[in-house]
């Protein structure tokens, strides 16, 4: 059985129908994000695991037993929240030894239990700050080791690292992933950010009004997209349509030039198909034997640091790629034709 | 200087001497006791008697329990209404004003004609029915100040994120209630309170018509038989109103949490 299963979840507020059908097991131990747009559920889906939303149907367990009806406060988790929520009239120690506070633990054995998170978070001289002493990063950790203060059977995560500048972000993402492997915390993280969700998640939920569209490890998820939001959500994506010129040997062409897919299609002649290939998988160049090569105009070069991105115009598609910033590769002029390549297993369909 | 300072100067200026000069006037006028000198026989007079002492001490102590009332009263409903209820706000806003357009007279005759002595619950019978009837009528008659001050309070703070951090922790409604939330809105509450304290010490028409012992009929009665008196009670009461300003902000001076924000 799983630690935590979510079966035939439902919420409606009014006519809108929020989380439909959503179903998900979690193991002891697993870290999963929630990913998706603004408005998909995603939140929801969390506040109905926290207890702060009731679900209109379904069911959620954790450990075996069913907590819909449990209120926040009966069912052991640990949250952190965007805006940090630390206690504004508390110290850092007095913000992390709440629950604790709460819960009846002797002064003794609470005060070790905070030294022991403010260490975990690497902020063991703080205790005697107030939340408005510290900067957004260390408001977060704290709010963090308050949730974890409690040694929760789960801990949900609500967008903690929104607030922040990007610099932080990357960091405080490592630790919390560092945390959460150390004490081995059941996690669902909820975010927008599909970097964060891909580099901390071992699975992750895409969500798209209220529907999780696919489960699956972030490999799985960025290369093998299931639906076509999944593969335009996660990850830079170019799409363009194409025509089928024979389905037997996969033969299709695009302004003229004509692409293998390398497999049968089970479609008619003449007809459009949509193909979508990743930035990334695109080189700048002939490429392979194998590799389908276009030609395009260079209609754009953005310089990024490390990486150069070019735009090329193919009839009245563009088709956009990322190529590494080398010291002695100059990057294309715009307005020059370029051969472009990439691999046929590089194409979704 | 610019015209558009100068201006603003003068509006200054004349809002000031508005302000000022009657209370200077009053307070040279209660120290004209004796005659030739300024003394404060006036204060003396006032502090010396008993009257004085009992119906100030009485509307202390009903200020007090007014307070407890009103905060027991509006916190709760403040919160509620920021958490849950936000539909319901223009309505409680509504309710709250309502002692600002319905005069005091018309509220304490509705109070006579509900609890009088042949009523279900004849509060007017006893000095202590009486009493309790003074103290909801004072606390309806600082509902609006002490409303609004609460409520800022809470809209200064995330109540709904605070509440559901707390309960994720195992806290229960009163430990949210009592360690969370009522410390952090501390000095709104302190705002209503002292607000609620001056509008008591202040108040006639409750309590002479409900005939009560209370310190505004007695600066009524003092006015009407004093010459230099009333003058040194006036000055006595402003003086309070402006020891509660300067406790609010005492309060918020040494609210450590509170710093970053000023």
Same mark, same amino acid.
């Given at each position: 059985m799983s630690f935590l299963e979510i079966a035939n979840l439902q919420k409606f507020y009014?006519?809108?129908?929020?989380v439909r059908d959503f179903d998900l097991t979690v193991e002891k131990g697993e870290f999963i994000s929630f990913l998706g747009p603004s408005g998909c559920g995603k939140t929801t889906t969390l506040r109905m695991v926290a207890g702060f939303e009731t679900p209109s149907d379904g069911i959620i367990r954790i450990d075996g037993q069913d907590v819909v009806n449990l209120k926040?406060?009966?069912?052991?988790?640990?949250?952190?929240?965007?805006?940090?929520?630390?206690?504004?009239?508390m110290t850092v120690a007095q913000n992390v030894g709440f629950g604790?506070?709460?819960?009846?633990?002797?002064?003794r054995e609470a005060d070790a239990r905070v030294n022991e998170m403010l260490t975990l978070i690497g902020l063991p001289d703080l205790g005697g700050r107030f939340p408005f002493q510290l900067s957004g990063g260390q408001q977060q950790r704290v709010a963090l080791a308050r949730a974890l203060a409690v040694k929760p059977q789960v801990l949900l995560l609500d967008e903690p690292l929104s607030a922040l500048d990007a610099k932080i972000r990357v960091s405080l993402r490592e630790e919390i992933r560092r945390i959460q492997r150390d004490l081995g915390i059941t996690t669902i993280y909820v975010t927008h950010d599909q970097e964060e969700a891909l580099s901390m998640s071992d699975r992750i939920v895409v969500m798209n009004a209220g529907v999780a569209e696919q489960v699956g490890d972030p490999f799985e998820i960025y290369n093998k997209p299931t639906t076509r939001f999944v593969a335009g959500f996660v990850g830079t994506l170019n799409t363009f349509d194409v025509?089928? @010129?024979?389905?037997?040997?996969?033969?299709?062409?695009? @302004?003229?030039?004509?692409? #293998?897919?390398?497999?049968?299609?089970?479609?008619?002649?003449?007809?459009?198909?949509?193909?979508?290939?990743?930035? #990334?998988?695109i080189s700048l160049g002939g490429g392979e034997k194998d590799d389908s090569v276009l030609k395009g105009r260079v209609t754009e070069v953005s310089f990024l640091g490390s990486v150069v991105r070019i735009r090329l115009a193919i009839g009245a598609n563009v088709i956009?790629? @990322?190529?590494?910033?080398?010291?002695?590769?100059?990057?294309?002029?715009?307005?020059?034709?370029? #051969?472009?390549?990439?691999?046929?297993?590089?194409?979704?369909? | 200087?610019?015209?558009?300072?100068?201006?603003?100067?003068?509006? =200054?200026?004349?809002?000031?001497?508005?302000?000022?000069?009657?209370? =200077?006037?009053?307070?040279e006028f209660s120290l004209k006791m004796r005659r030739g000198v300024y003394s404060l026989d006036a204060y003396w007079a006032v502090l010396r008697d008993e009257r004085f002492q009992a119906t100030f001490s009485y509307s202390v102590i009903m200020a007090l329990f007014t307070i407890v009332l009103g905060v027991l009263l509006v916190v709760p409903t403040a919160y509620w209404v920021q958490l849950r209820y936000r539909n319901l706000r223009p309505y409680i806003e509504f309710i709250t004003l309502l002692p600002l357009v319905i005069p005091p007279i018309v509220v304490v005759f509705g109070y006579i004609r509900l609890y009088n002595t042949s009523s279900i619950l004849p509060l007017t019978g006893s000095a202590m029915g009486t009493n309790i009837l003074l103290m909801f009528g004072y606390a309806t008659l600082s509902l609006p100040y002490m409303?609004?001050? /609460?409520?800022?309070?809470?809209?200064?703070?995330? /109540?709904?994120?605070l509440t559901e951090a707390a309960e994720s922790l195992g806290a229960g409604w009163l430990t949210i209630m009592t360690r969370v939330i009522l410390p952090n809105v501390l000095v709104a509450v302190l705002s209503g309170a002292f607000l609620t304290f001056a509008i008591v010490i202040g108040e006639f028409v409750m309590a002479a018509l409900l005939n009560r012992p209370a310190f505004g009929p007695y600066l009524q009665l003092i006015g009407a038989n004093?010459?230099?008196?009333?003058?040194?009670?006036? /000055?006595?009461?402003?003086?309070?109103?402006w020891a509660c300003m300067g406790l609010i902000q005492l309060v918020i001076r040494f609210q450590k949490h509170t710093k970053a924000a000023r």
């Amino acid at each position: 059985m799983s630690f935590l299963e979510i079966a035939n979840l439902q919420k409606f507020y009014g006519p809108n129908h929020v989380v439909r059908d959503f179903d998900l097991t979690v193991e002891k131990g697993e870290f999963i994000s929630f990913l998706g747009p603004s408005g998909c559920g995603k939140t929801t889906t969390l506040r109905m695991v926290a207890g702060f939303e009731t679900p209109s149907d379904g069911i959620i367990r954790i450990d075996g037993q069913d907590v819909v009806n449990l209120k926040p406060n009966q069912r052991n988790i640990g949250m952190v929240f965007q805006s940090y929520a630390l206690f504004p009239n508390m110290t850092v120690a007095q913000n992390v030894g709440f629950g604790l506070r709460v819960a009846g633990l002797p002064k003794r054995e609470a005060d070790a239990r905070v030294n022991e998170m403010l260490t975990l978070i690497g902020l063991p001289d703080l205790g005697g700050r107030f939340p408005f002493q510290l900067s957004g990063g260390q408001q977060q950790r704290v709010a963090l080791a308050r949730a974890l203060a409690v040694k929760p059977q789960v801990l949900l995560l609500d967008e903690p690292l929104s607030a922040l500048d990007a610099k932080i972000r990357v960091s405080l993402r490592e630790e919390i992933r560092r945390i959460q492997r150390d004490l081995g915390i059941t996690t669902i993280y909820v975010t927008h950010d599909q970097e964060e969700a891909l580099s901390m998640s071992d699975r992750i939920v895409v969500m798209n009004a209220g529907v999780a569209e696919q489960v699956g490890d972030p490999f799985e998820i960025y290369n093998k997209p299931t639906t076509r939001f999944v593969a335009g959500f996660v990850g830079t994506l170019n799409t363009f349509d194409v025509v089928l @010129d024979d389905p037997a040997r996969g033969l299709v062409s695009l @302004d003229g030039q004509v692409i #293998e897919l390398r497999r049968k299609v089970d479609r008619p002649k003449g007809t459009s198909l949509s193909l979508a290939v990743r930035p #990334e998988v695109i080189s700048l160049g002939g490429g392979e034997k194998d590799d389908s090569v276009l030609k395009g105009r260079v209609t754009e070069v953005s310089f990024l640091g490390s990486v150069v991105r070019i735009r090329l115009a193919i009839g009245a598609n563009v088709i956009m790629l @990322d190529t590494f910033n080398r010291l002695h590769d100059h990057p294309p002029k715009v307005g020059e034709t370029r #051969e472009i390549s990439f691999p046929t297993d590089g194409i979704l369909i | 200087m610019k015209p558009t300072r100068l201006w603003s100067w003068i509006a =200054l200026a004349f809002g000031i001497l508005y302000f000022a000069l009657p209370l =200077l006037g009053t307070l040279e006028f209660s120290l004209k006791m004796r005659r030739g000198v300024y003394s404060l026989d006036a204060y003396w007079a006032v502090l010396r008697d008993e009257r004085f002492q009992a119906t100030f001490s009485y509307s202390v102590i009903m200020a007090l329990f007014t307070i407890v009332l009103g905060v027991l009263l509006v916190v709760p409903t403040a919160y509620w209404v920021q958490l849950r209820y936000r539909n319901l706000r223009p309505y409680i806003e509504f309710i709250t004003l309502l002692p600002l357009v319905i005069p005091p007279i018309v509220v304490v005759f509705g109070y006579i004609r509900l609890y009088n002595t042949s009523s279900i619950l004849p509060l007017t019978g006893s000095a202590m029915g009486t009493n309790i009837l003074l103290m909801f009528g004072y606390a309806t008659l600082s509902l609006p100040y002490m409303y609004r001050a /609460v409520d800022t309070g809470l809209r200064a703070i995330d /109540v709904a994120t605070l509440t559901e951090a707390a309960e994720s922790l195992g806290a229960g409604w009163l430990t949210i209630m009592t360690r969370v939330i009522l410390p952090n809105v501390l000095v709104a509450v302190l705002s209503g309170a002292f607000l609620t304290f001056a509008i008591v010490i202040g108040e006639f028409v409750m309590a002479a018509l409900l005939n009560r012992p209370a310190f505004g009929p007695y600066l009524q009665l003092i006015g009407a038989n004093r010459a230099y008196e009333p003058a040194a009670l006036a /000055v006595i009461a402003f003086a309070i109103t402006w020891a509660c300003m300067g406790l609010i902000q005492l309060v918020i001076r040494f609210q450590k949490h509170t710093k970053a924000a000023r």
